[in-house]
């Protein structure tokens, strides 16, 4: 057992949560209320599947704006 648990919140940005995982070779994080009480978890690979479809959500914008296109 661990005394100092890293968790997040639902307002947490992914991004910041994501390097936590990383920094502390974490497979999963517990999401927390503001009380501290467990609300789920949060796996790394639904967490790298979102990243990875904000990224492919980017790059679609800015293909379309490279080519002229515009915003959909």
């Known amino acids: ?3 100092d648990v ?3 919140q639902p307002g947490d940005w ?3 949560v994501w390097a936590k995982m990383k920094e502390h070779g974490l497979k999963n994080v517990p999401v927390t209320d503001r009380d501290c ?3 789920g ?7 790298l599947q979102m990243l990875l479809t904000e990224v492919e959500n980017e790059e679609s914008l800015l293909r379309d704006y490279v080519m002229c296109v515009g915003y959909q």
Do not use: I, S
Not at 41 to 47: E, F, S, Y
């Open 1 to 3: 057992m661990t005394r």
């Open 37 to 39: 009480r467990p609300v």
């Open 14 to 16: 992914l991004n910041e």
């Open 41 to 47: 978890v949060l796996n790394a690979r639904d967490a």
């Open 6 to 8: 890293v968790a997040c």
